[in-house]
């Protein structure tokens, strides 16, 4: 079986690994790279636990071969925050208690993050369209989409 | 971090951040298969692809020739003799003469890589012997129904019932048939409910080690790890003492991660590959195969009622599957089912019963959701059916403290009464409904639960402290026993580290279930916290030359009280723990037992739906949940275990089962066919806490955990009914099966 | 697994023309390697199409239609103003396809090639009347869409054929498409029933309508009774009891874990009577 060499850039470090072709991203990250942050919840794309970003799209790292990030750039919750200084929204997630078993919380960060690139000022309901694809157990959601929305809110400079 | 106004305490009941949020939100938290270990392997599971089989055959000589693989296990390498229950766990672990469901573990493979290990698991033959089976709880107690155990019955079995009858269950009070002659309206009506899966996000995973001597340890997700290790030890034949198991963060539990599936498997396969620790991480289909999802229920109830809505009798018989072992919750089920009600005729029958699918595990108050289910569709149809209001028959016949409880015990002090009333004055309920959308009640109880617990605490040499509890924290119970600590001591909530230990430092704790962490690890913690000032009470007495009983600890401080007071300036807390070395070594406290005290609570849920009359398709307007905390800790994590508990049973109530072919197999076996609620399914869930403290508790708790779960499938079914006019009384209410139900009555 | 990433079609078309084990085209990798991560299908070799210069662009035809490359996401399709505006019920096909992650991998080519009958890309697709430009063995061919499925899991291409891209022809003027499904919950299922219509408008009147059904026979179904049954309409009540009738008509479907032959029948009449409506809005110049 042999290993496929691959170069890519994850939070903006240079890093190599050899990866099996039958390897996820989801994989490579977690086992070659030592970045467990991204949860693998299902496998199969239903459950958002794994989501990065690849060349800047949201993508589900299960869905994703680690041969595929050949020359490309990943971005995973382990680089979402600057240094000690926290991303709005872990903030706020913190802050809301938006999470509970905190499993599906790194690919929900990512999401949000994602989403509040493009869209500055989400209503309730694209927020619960655009994360429709992030389960979560635990909560039900309202304290999530309302962190997601504070954090918007402190994004635009706006009181929470 | 606003203090609420009308506790008179400094930190309980407010909302700091928990202790663990930053780990959380960071990516660093380690989860189950978060761990790796120098030298270790990976491994996989052979699953038998049939319902009911016998195992003819396992050759295993392919996948051990196989470069790289380094042990495979199957029955053989399990000790024998075992008998119930520590039986029943090793026959789930890994099939012995005969696979008993669909994802029954046959075999185990280690390889040096998770791919290799699959590929050898491939590589695996198994002959089966298929066997007819049998899956629905109506089939399973047909007499001629496939015999799946015989001898399985245990002795509360009369003799004469159907071969998959394993326990049988008969209590109540007063003359039913009597009190139903007493009523002005008597109905009886049957209910279904399928198996959920508790759905927690993280698949299980563990990375075990076990050497030749016998000595072993195990990292893995669980919400006990006591159990994992004598329940690994049992199935193994190990000695208890020589495994350490220490719990990951996990990732969801809801009662599923509180026994044993796969653990014991990777202990086996690392003691075969000479001692090199071994990972297990389950596949989503695996978790929805071969872990616990809940019994499915066939129930019966029946109830009188006078004009005026008292309930005069009232009779359950349930029926439930819990897989291919006994342990369906039909006792718990029965138990909770006439919870909220005062009846002076009662009487309730049960039957535990064996079908083709995996063992059934624990699922957040279980048994409760089902009964629930039932006796609530009928308090609502019936209240229809005289014309009254559906909480007032409720507030009517709602159970006080004093009451005789349905299932036996009397009620000490419990808040259904304050938590009726609180509904009732809720604004949701005077929101208007338009075309096609109704509006649904019910009510829900669970017991909460104590349990064996062990705690201990340090104060550390700069005054901060430290706590050790054995229940793994699952929804922020870190935070809530910080808050109690630190509001003991006197310090500030930072000032408090709680940490989950592994189970060579603390005695037997039971997993965090039963809404108990908050309770009882809570309860021990403050306990042990008392022992600790009393100490540092008794250095600052020693310093001051005064008798022990002359100082009280008040603001993180001891200070002389009684003749004494104003003596000598307070010494705080800071003061003693940086001299204990000199005055007599460490400080701390301990407290273990049966922590006494447990207060039941009740909610009530209010639900708004809106029906597609041309799909069938319900939607969820409006949710609203009250129920009693005793007292709210940290109420967001409070409001956090409300909304998470309801939800799930929108889920079960709408759109979550089990659904198996013709063939015994299961058939959705993945999130995408088992569906669970998504964000955009769902409203904000409103949550008011009624806080009728328990006086078991030094700050009032009930637990929260459970309750929450138990309304909302009724509710649901009385929303849809109000809408419609239909009376679902077969769960989940799919589009199909509502759309079926409105053309049948002329309506679709 | 050999992973291969040729760079033009014709490679790929010879790398799995030469192949002699299973062999899989990996555009999106939503399907493949959810079959593979299951272990239901472990290819021997895996041919990476999006190494192909081209595969990820949207560009107008000379005639004024579409071509789609079949790397194209499905969250690019939404991003493109002009395909929005021309074929606004073949967009929201496709972005009802999974997640907003699932978005950002899944294609129109992977959806149709997987050959599920419930593929939510696939009705829109085929009521537009997009045919797919096939790379073979023996060059360029194009085929229409709906002659692509042959069953669940099956395609009509022969091996060493892939698809390389996909084709919308010119929309016109007062033309209008929609696609609607049903599933149980909001988000992120299957298709139970699937339904798109494309039309054109002579004045108020249906001049011309092109019916696709998802989820309700083996393949996604080119239904001509019904486009016939609202042709020459202005989509009144009759027209639509007439659309119902031929749509339920057409509908052979199995009873699954995902519905029942009579919820999907019914639900198929349903769907095309609000589908059609907003279609014919959409062809009257509302927006998508």
Redesign the interface.
Known sequence: MSKIHVTTTVNGDQVEFLADPRESLLDCLRDRLGLTGSKEGCGTGDCGACSVRLDGTLVCSCLVLGVEAEGKTVETIEGMANGNELHPLQRKFVEHAALQCGFCTPGILVAAKALLEQNDNPTETEIRYWLAGNLCRCTGYDKIVRAVMDAAAELRGEAA | MAKDEFTEFKLVGTRPDRPDGLDKVTGRARYGADMSMPGMLWAAVVRSPHAHARILRIDTSKAEALEGVKAVVTRADFPEGLTGEEWNLQENTIAGDKALYDGHAVAAVAATSALLAQDAARLIEVDYEVLPHVIDVDDAIKPDAPAIRPGAADATVPEGMPANVVRYIDFGHGDVDAGFAEADLVMERSYKTEATHQGYIEPHACVGQLGADGKGEMWVCTQGQWYIRKMCADVLGLETAQLRVTPSEIGGGFGGKTTIFMEPLSLALSRKAGGRPVKLVMTRSEVLRATGPTASASMDVKIGMTKDGTITAARAEFRMQGGAFPGAPVDMALYCAFAPYKLKNVHHIGYDVLANRPKCAAYRAPGSPMGAFAVESLVDEMSRELGLDPLDVRLTNGVREGDRASYGPTFGSIGLIETLEATKAHPNLLVPLGPNQGRGIAAGYWFNHSGETSVSMAISEDGSAQVSVGTPDIGGSRASIALMVAETLGIPYEDVRVNVVETGSLGVNEPTHGSRATFASGKAAVVATGQAIKEMCRRAAAEWGIDEDAVEWVNGAAQPAGPNAGKFPPLTIREIAGKMGETGGPISGHHEGLPEGVGASFGCHVVDVEVDPETGHTTILRYLVVQDAGRAIHPSYVEGQYQGGAVQGIGWALNEEYIYGEDGRLQNAIFLDYRVPVASDLPMIDTVIVEVPNPGHPFGVRGVGETGITPPLPAIANAIQDATGLRMTHLPMTPPKVLAALKAAGRG | ???HTPSTFEDAARLAAEASGITRF?A???DV??Q????AV?PDD?I?L?KIPGVSEIAQTEEGGWRIGIAV?G?RLGAHAGLCADWPGVVEGMELV?????Q??ATLTGNLCNGSPAADSVPGLVAAGATVEISGPSGLRSAPVEDIPAGPGKTTLQPGEVISAILLPPRGTAGGDAYQR?I???????A?VGCAISLTLDGNSIASARVALGAVAPTVLLVPEAAAAITGTTLDDDALAALTTAVEAACTPIS?????A??RT??AG?LARRVAKIAYARAKGAEA
């Open positions: 697994m050999r992973y990996l999106g990798g939503t390697l959810v593979m991560r299951a272990g472990i895996l990476d999006k996401p969250a999974g997640s907003t992650q699932v950002g991998r049903f149980p919950r909001t988000e992120m299922d299957i139970v699954d874990k995902r519905g029942t009579e919820f019914e639900v349903v």
